[in-house]
């Protein structure tokens, strides 16, 4: 059978998903043909190691009308037997048989402060009656969660039975622990990731001007590439004069190593996830996880973390305290964050996707 996988977001936050699916199909389907729809500039950068994965460039930008005209004919014209799309942008005309990766709802229900008021509300609008068609559309729904799995399901009307639930997984970083100087011999705790409303920081932050009256010299390090967003939460921690807290910015795959396996805790404050990955890869090395226990994130992550409602900052504070001060308490979430990681596989996320392929080929 030829398929065609749309890696247009290999390099972007979900693209590790992509990308891991990818390196793991290769080794597993020795009998179907792929094509994998790249970025122009992605060309270079992913090298297929199956002669049976071929790359092709599609210069069709995610969320434009060219999606929906150029994806359209770029895909017909090859004229294959499945497409799956591992996010919810595709062309809403395709008629062929696809099975889509349903994220979570996340975009559909938070608004972006960094983007156009009335623009984003309009886009947000289509990208509501997107998620609806293509999860009545496409033949095979991929979620990460059950949570997912029965919130689509409920928000498009439709059968939770489209759906298979699969897994992501988290990877060891292998690069050598790089120390970040400035924390070096300092108590923190951190989070990583996109500082979109979901996220969350806004209470985290709360939160840690509470934990600073019982540990003054404590540090609140958020990791990630600076953007609008951050710099509204660092114009704020100015503005009121709140100590301590370090905004990185970038940081190599050796310094987050190190900041996973040196800190205190590591927070995961969202209102929303479609599985909470960060966490997970926290825990795999060596970081005690306190989280919210919103949407998927106890489905993820087991009793391996202690939970806080993300919208009460004094529970957040609260919960956050003990793991900070009770040596035997990180320990145990260590030693329990570490078996939770194991449970999940990226080879097993490509054999159960292998699977929905086949099934829906075979109808």
């Known amino acids: 059978m030829r398929i065609v996988i749309d890696a247009r977001e290999l390099r972007t936050t979900t693209g590790r998903y992509v990308e891991r699916l990818l390196h793991y199909l290769q080794q597993l389907d020795t009998h179907n043909d792929y094509t994998v729809l790249l970025k122009p500039t992605d060309m270079s950068g992913w090298q297929p190691i199956?002669?049976?994965?071929?790359?092709?460039?599609?210069?069709?930008?995610?969320?434009?009308?060219?999606?929906?005209?150029?994806?359209?004919?770029?895909?017909?014209?090859?004229?294959?037997d499945l497409v799956h799309f591992p996010m919810v942008q595709q062309?809403?005309?395709?008629?062929?048989?696809?099975?889509?990766?349903m994220n979570d709802l996340t975009t559909t229900r938070f608004r972006n402060p960094s983007k156009n008021v009335v623009v984003f509300w309009l886009k947000q609008r289509v990208y509501v009656w997107?998620?609806?068609?293509?999860?009545?559309?496409?033949?095979?729904?991929?979620?990460?969660?059950?949570?997912?799995?029965?919130?689509?399901?409920?928000?498009?009307?439709?059968?939770?039975?489209?759906?298979?639930?699969?897994?992501?997984?988290?990877?060891?970083?292998?690069?050598?622990?790089?120390?970040?100087?400035?924390?070096?011999?300092?108590?923190?705790?951190?989070?990583?990731?996109?500082?979109?409303?979901?996220?969350?920081?806004?209470?985290?932050i709360d939160a840690f001007v509470l934990l600073q009256k019982v540990h003054p010299e404590l540090r609140l390090v958020l990791v990630g590439k600076k953007d609008g967003n951050?710099?509204?939460?660092?114009?704020?921690?100015?503005?009121?004069?709140?100590?301590?807290?370090?905004?990185?910015?970038?940081?190599?795959?050796?310094?987050l190593r190190w900041l996973y396996e040196n800190c205190a805790a590591y927070v995961v404050p969202s209102l929303s996830e479609g599985f909470g990955l960060p966490g997970l890869e926290a825990m795999m090395h060596g970081a005690p996880v306190v989280s919210s226990n919103a949407t998927c994130l106890p489905e993820v992550y087991g009793d391996a973390a202690i939970y806080f409602d993300p919208l009460d900052v004094a529970d957040m504070g609260t919960k956050i305290s003990p793991v900070i001060d009770n040596e035997a308490l990180r320990s145990n979430l260590i030693l329990r964050g570490s078996a939770q990681a194991k449970k999940y596989s990226w080879r097993r996320t490509a054999e159960q996707t292998l699977a929905v392929y086949e099934k829906a080929l075979k109808r």
Do not use: W
């Open 91 to 101: 062309p809403v005309l395709y008629g062929g048989l696809v099975v889509t990766t």
């Open 50 to 80: 199956s002669e049976r994965f071929t790359p092709l460039a599609c210069p069709h930008k995610e969320f434009t009308f060219a999606e929906q005209t150029g994806l359209l004919r770029q895909i017909n014209e090859l004229h294959p």
């Open 230 to 255: 951050y710099a509204r939460h660092e114009e704020r921690v100015r503005a009121e004069g709140i100590r301590n807290v370090v905004f990185t910015g970038f940081v190599s795959e050796g310094q």
């Open 130 to 204: 997107v998620n609806k068609r293509v999860a009545r559309r496409s033949k095979a729904l991929i979620s990460y969660t059950h949570f997912v799995q029965q919130d689509v399901a409920a928000f498009a009307g439709i059968s939770p039975d489209k759906f298979t639930v699969v897994p992501l997984a988290a990877d060891a970083i292998l690069d050598s622990p790089e120390t970040v100087p400035e924390l070096s011999d300092t108590q923190y705790v951190m989070y990583t990731g996109k500082p979109m409303p979901h996220k969350n920081l806004g209470r985290l």
